[in-house]
């Protein structure tokens, strides 16, 4: 469950209305407090008109039948509104999401000069500020004409208070690019830009984030997960040619996740796809395993050593290099990027930690290809924004080789991925022969595997059994 204030948009486009066809689409139950009403239409603004009722008396008896935890904030015309906002999340340790409306997209004034002035001390409160770029002008009094001064913008906003910022520049010309930030990390969240002038696009993605909150995601990953439901909105409405956002659904769409990039990465080539494809792919802990499936038809596999002083460990590559070559085979090196270009491996496979110190250029120019491991939206979109050549996603089913920081992600999750995402997939985690099918049946053309080859009585046996399915 969410709570949102906001106010009431009589022509149904924004405002409380757009926030509850969010919620409703993501089957999140909301309740909701009417902050204001809007005097306006489809096409002209004249203003506000508020509400007799204080916002505070209206938390107070919400919370007689069940405390709110995460709360989203749309127009709050008077200054009593914000304090009494801050005072009940205080109170309640509820997760803010504020997202400040200070003007109409249809032109005019919504939120006086002095209201403004007021916010600043309320910030400790808030969870998430989710201003646009005028917003955030307007707080700062100064201009955001380029991606430093979004950058200086956020960290003052954090400085202020906050525990995160969601700065959308949707307002720029060129790509739409959001600036995320909190005290752990910095991304831009990059999307293509959409033709078309839309409505309540601020509002239904702060409440997607609220919605996604309720389910117990971390902040980022909830922030990925709602600006991909509106991308989606936004291309839905491109086509319809409709400046209204319809109700918000599971997205679906390939094209729809939003790149995540590191401050200062740049737009890349892709890299190589792999000749043969992918297939079935087992992962084992010697060149002794490669040599020994090599022999009944292996094509692609993955070495995956671990706690080998330094020249052992070069010495395990190389020696599965030479058996790559002599069998043909599309050999990847997991983690170990720079002895994979030294000894001049296939490719690499790395995992999320490892994305803070690889060097992707040296990778790429070396010319070997790149997996990654993925397992929620916010991987997902920072894995795809280096155009891999595939994505691994897991683990599908519970799975004993290691310890998981994510639970199972379930063929469902797996149709989505498939249906979100247009370049090769690997499944991986839990998957046994029998549970094949199915896995394939989502749309995945290949499957990894460790302890369904390497922990079987008769290896050759179990390997020819998998290779059937390819």
Same mark, same amino acid.
């Given at each position: 469950?969410?709570?949102?204030?906001?106010?009431?948009?009589?022509?149904?486009?924004?405002?409380?209305?757009?926030?509850?066809?969010?919620?409703?689409?993501?089957?999140?139950?909301?309740?909701?407090?009417?902050?204001?009403?809007?005097?306006?239409?489809?096409?002209?603004?004249?203003?506000?008109?508020?509400?007799?009722?204080?916002? /505070?008396?209206?938390?107070?008896?919400?919370?007689?039948?069940?405390?709110?935890?995460?709360?989203?904030?749309?127009?709050?015309?008077?200054?009593?509104? #914000?304090?009494?906002?801050?005072?009940?999340?205080?109170?309640?340790?509820?997760? #803010?999401?504020?997202?400040?409306?200070?003007?109409?997209?249809?032109?005019?004034?919504?939120?006086?000069?002095?209201?403004?002035?007021?916010?600043?001390?309320?910030?400790?409160?808030?969870?998430?500020?989710?201003?646009?770029?005028?917003?955030?002008?307007?707080?700062?009094?100064?201009?955001?004409?380029?991606?430093?001064?979004?950058?200086?913008? /956020?960290?003052?906003?954090?400085?202020?208070?906050?525990?995160?910022?969601?700065?959308?520049?949707?307002?720029?010309?060129?790509?739409?690019?959001?600036?995320?930030?909190?005290?752990?990390?910095?991304?831009?969240?990059?999307?293509?830009?959409?033709?078309?002038?839309? *409505?309540?696009?601020?509002?239904?993605?702060?409440?997607?984030? /609220?919605?996604?909150?309720?389910?117990?995601?971390?902040?980022?990953?909830?922030?990925?997960?709602?600006?991909?439901?509106?991308?989606?909105?936004?291309?839905?409405?491109?086509?319809?040619?409709?400046?209204?956002?319809? @109700?918000?659904?599971?997205?679906?769409?390939?094209?729809?996740?939003?790149?995540?990039? &590191?401050?200062?990465?740049?737009?890349?080539?892709?890299?190589?796809?792999?000749?043969?494809?992918?297939?079935?792919?087992?992962?084992?802990?010697?060149?002794?395993?490669?040599?020994?499936?090599?022999?009944?038809?292996?094509?692609?596999?993955?070495?995956?050593?671990?706690?080998?002083?330094?020249?052992?460990?070069?010495?395990? $590559?190389?020696?599965?290099?030479?058996?790559? *070559?002599?069998?043909?085979?599309?050999?990847?090196?997991? &983690?170990?990027?720079?002895?994979?270009?030294?000894?001049?491996?296939?490719? %690499?496979?790395?995992?999320?930690?490892?994305?803070?110190?690889? &060097?992707?250029?040296?990778?790429?120019?070396?010319?070997?290809?790149?997996? @990654?491991?993925?397992?929620?939206?916010?991987?997902?979109?920072?894995?795809?924004?280096?155009?891999?050549?595939?994505? /691994?996603?897991?683990? $599908?089913?519970?799975?004993? @080789?290691?310890?998981?920081?994510?639970?199972?992600?379930?063929?469902?999750?797996?149709?989505? #991925?498939?249906?979100?995402?247009?370049?090769?997939?690997?499944?991986?985690?839990?998957?046994?022969?029998?549970?094949?099918?199915?896995?394939?049946?989502?749309?995945?053309?290949?499957?990894? %595997?460790?302890?369904?080859?390497?922990?079987?009585?008769?290896?050759?046996?179990?390997?020819?059994?998998?290779?059937?399915?390819?």
């Amino acid at each position: 469950m969410i709570r949102i204030v906001s106010g009431w948009d009589p022509s149904g486009l924004a405002g409380m209305a757009a926030d509850l066809r969010v919620a409703h689409g993501l089957d999140v139950q909301a309740e909701s407090i009417i902050s204001c009403i809007t005097d306006q239409n489809a096409q002209r603004n004249n203003g506000i008109r508020n509400l007799d009722m204080p916002i /505070a008396e209206h938390l107070r008896l919400l919370d007689e039948i069940l405390p709110g935890r995460i709360l989203k904030t749309g127009l709050l015309p008077r200054s009593q509104d #914000w304090q009494a906002i801050a005072d009940w999340v205080e109170k309640s340790g509820a997760t #803010w999401i504020c997202d400040p409306v200070f003007s109409s997209s249809l032109g005019g004034t919504l939120w006086p000069t002095s209201t403004r002035e007021s916010l600043l001390p309320l910030f400790p409160a808030m969870g998430l500020f989710t201003p646009n770029l005028d917003e955030a002008s307007q707080l700062l009094g100064r201009t955001l004409p380029n991606d430093a001064a979004c950058i200086e913008a /956020a960290q003052t906003f954090l400085q202020w208070g906050c525990r995160a910022v969601l700065l959308k520049g949707g307002h720029r010309k060129g790509r739409a690019r959001d600036l995320y930030m909190d005290a752990n990390c910095t991304y831009w969240l990059d999307s293509p830009r959409l033709q078309g002038s839309f *409505r309540a696009t601020g509002c239904m993605l702060a409440t997607a984030i /609220a919605c996604a909150l309720s389910w117990d995601w971390p902040m980022l990953e909830a922030v990925v997960f709602a600006k991909t439901c509106l991308n989606q909105q936004l291309h839905e409405a491109s086509q319809n040619r409709s400046q209204a956002l319809g @109700l918000a659904s599971q997205p679906d769409i390939k094209g729809c996740i939003p790149d995540l990039l &590191d401050l200062n990465q740049s737009p890349s080539e892709p890299f190589p796809g792999c000749p043969k494809g992918l297939g079935f792919y087992p992962i084992v802990d010697s060149a002794d395993w490669i040599k020994r499936l090599a022999a009944l038809g292996l094509e692609t596999v993955q070495l995956r050593v671990k706690n080998l002083p330094e020249p052992q460990l070069r010495a395990e $590559i190389r020696r599965a290099v030479a058996l790559s *070559r002599q069998f043909n085979l599309q050999l990847f090196i997991n &983690d170990y990027w720079q002895i994979a270009i030294e000894e001049g491996a296939f490719g %690499v496979h790395l995992g999320q930690e490892d994305l803070q110190n690889a &060097d992707m250029t040296q990778i790429r120019e070396a010319g070997l290809r790149l997996g @990654l491991s993925t397992h929620c939206f916010w991987e997902v979109a920072r894995a795809k924004s280096y155009h891999p050549t595939y994505l /691994a996603i897991g683990p $599908i089913y519970e799975t004993q @080789l290691k310890k998981m920081a994510f639970g199972p992600q379930g063929l469902s999750k797996l149709r989505q #991925w498939r249906q979100l995402l247009s370049g090769p997939l690997v499944a991986i985690g839990g998957i046994s022969l029998e549970r094949a099918p199915d896995v394939l049946a989502c749309g995945v053309g290949c499957i990894a %595997v460790v302890s369904a080859i390497t922990a079987q009585s008769d290896p050759e046996s179990a390997f020819q059994n998998w290779q059937r399915l390819f």
